[in-house]
């Protein structure tokens, strides 16, 4: 392992200076500053729970997914191969400290955080892939040429060297258009700025007893230092973790409480607001950072298809091409290819389950067996047989070689 490392970095280059990110403007305090007045970077956006989720949307399902390399037979099959070094590779460890459930988890999070996206470099062994080793966003630099072409520059202290495409798994935002790219984080800066804002505000305003929940009246003239005996007073009494004890009041005393008016309606409306902004900034639906307030029990499923359509679909894909063309040969991607197993994600409830799997094996499309298989089951004897259960004629019909009913 160190000798493949000092390889790595033997034929490295010295530079003056490293192209400037927006992780390293971080790193140095340099960041840029929203309209709200709060500085706004990958590590202060994350303090927004409305970014933490969405990010955990989209990363944690590519994370824990099944990543399968897949043969293609020339009679359109398809069938797993477990003992291919890159399927074994895509299902286990990068390296030795990093787990591929880990190293796609932080690969994704890098991409929708940071405008140079992220970024995985591949090891070779006698021009076989060895290792995974993830970069952060901050030690690579991307130019484009004119035709969109990158280049990689790998900055260590003062450093560099190239590095070939090649060898680099490059995961950007949808709003990558070279030469210019940007991170969905980037795109609904403001939004964030605006709610973390917010959220300063409602906490100092919470901190300090909350709004005036009433006023104190009296019906004769306080001299000041009255009044500053009974504010501290009341303040003790009433204040802070103390607030709803009952009060007793004297000397012509009287509260008048104060209801909850347009302005405090509308700061609710705002945190919503911001919320959704947000979400659509990372293209992830309202309802999957916990925004309920337009979902029913009778969409819910819809919408949680929708989202692995529209939302997982295009960074799946973009990881499945970018696997491929790291891991395979031009050889091996006519026969290979990469591909998550999303059923877990749109998997029905039970009785649709039961009533499709009958079906299917009523129709003799599917075999009691070939069902049990997708069901994580065991096979049992005679269940290979393609019969119609609902029917008393025959003993049912025998699959020949290639599986299909005789």
């Not at 009533?355 to 069901?375: C, D, H």
Request: with cysteine; aromatic share 6%.
């Amino acid at each position: 392992m160190r000798k493949l490392l000092s390889s790595l970095f033997s034929a490295f280059e010295r530079k003056s200076l490293a192209v400037p990110s927006s992780d390293l403007l971080e790193i140095l305090g340099v960041s840029q500053t929203t309209a709200a007045g709060i500085s706004v970077t990958p590590g202060t956006a994350l303090r927004c729970t409305a970014v933490a989720a969405a990010v955990r949307a989209i990363s944690d399902p590519i994370a824990v997914l099944p990543l399968r390399l897949i043969e293609k037979g020339a009679d359109g099959s398809r069938k797993p191969v477990p003992d291919h070094p890159a399927a074994r590779m895509m299902a286990g460890d990068w390296c030795p400290w990093l787990t591929s459930h880990e190293g796609r988890r932080q690969i994704t999070l890098d991409a929708l955080m940071s405008d140079t996206g992220g970024i995985g470099l591949v090891t070779r062994v006698d021009g076989h892939a060895r290792e995974i080793i993830r970069l952060p966003p901050g030690s690579v630099a991307v130019e484009w040429s004119t035709l969109g072409e990158p280049t990689y520059t790998l900055t260590q202290d003062t450093i560099s060297r190239r590095l070939d495409p090649a060898d680099v798994i490059h995961l950007v935002s949808p709003f990558t258009l070279p030469p210019t790219c940007k991170a969905p984080l980037t795109l609904c800066r403001e939004a964030v700025g605006l709610a973390l804002t917010m959220e300063q505000h409602a906490a100092r305003l919470f901190g300090r007893g909350g709004r005036p929940s009433g006023m104190l009246s009296f019906t004769d003239a306080l001299a000041p230092e009255a009044v500053k005996r009974i504010r501290d007073t009341w303040t003790l009494a009433h204040g802070g973790s103390n607030s709803g004890n009952t009060a007793i009041l004297d000397r012509g005393a009287s509260f008048t409480p104060l209801a909850l008016n347009s302005v405090d309606a509308q700061f609710l409306e705002l945190r919503t607001f911001a919320v959704e902004e947000i979400a659509r900034a990372f293209g992830v639906p309202p309802h999957r950072i916990y925004e309920l307030g337009r979902a029913t029990w009778s969409n819910i499923t819809d919408m949680g298809r929708e989202f692995v359509d529209f939302t997982l679909s295009p960074w799946l894909k973009a990881w499945e091409a970018s696997l491929a063309r790291a891991l395979l040969t031009a050889e091996e991607r006519q026969t290979y290819c990469v591909e998550f197993d999303t059923d877990d994600l749109t998997l029905p409830s039970l009785g649709d389950q039961a009533e499709a799997y009958g079906k299917l094996i009523t129709a003799r499309v599917a075999n009691p067996n070939e069902v049990r298989a997708w069901m994580g089951l065991a096979p049992y004897q005679g269940g290979d047989q393609f019969e119609n259960p609902n029917t008393t004629s025959g003993g049912g019909l025998p699959a020949d070689s290639t599986g299909v009913p005789a």
